[in-house]
Nanobody, 127 residues
């Protein structure tokens, strides 16, 4: 049974920073295929940042401000968010691919490609 538990969300003013964490447990997910997604009220879930065996990929809206990273020893995925904007307000979700996922040369970019999901952590940025 794979469990993903996000933490680190909160309320900040524009220009501030937050660091999200996603603690993973279980042995049937692919550590190389993980990512962060977000969903604002009334909007579709969108990709924020994903990692794959050869690198990382970011949505244009967060490039230069957000950084995805991973501590495999701790089975934890991180999202460092700097220079936050009100439009970053959303529920942020951590996701992991199935054990059989393949993401060596390119990431799993779309949400439907991920099998496991956390419960989400809310990020609210005020102007």
């Amino acid at each position: 049974q794979v469990q993903l538990v996000e933490s680190g969300g909160g309320s900040v003013q524009a220009g501030g920073s937050l660091r999200l964490s996603c603690a993973a447990s279980g042995y049937t997910y692919n550590q190389d295929c993980m990512g962060w997604f977000r969903q604002a009220p009334g909007k579709e879930r969108e990709t924020v940042a994903v990692l794959f065996r050869r690198g990382t990929h970011y949505a244009d809206s967060v490039k230069g401000r957000f950084t995805i990273s991973q501590d495999n020893a701790q089975n934890t995925l991180y999202l460092q968010m700097n220079s936050l904007k009100p439009e970053d307000t959303a529920m942020y979700y951590c996701a992991a691919g199935a054990e059989t996922s393949w993401c060596y040369w390119s990431p799993l970019y779309e949400s439907y490609e991920y099998k496991y999901w956390g419960q989400g952590t809310q990020v609210t940025v005020s102007s």
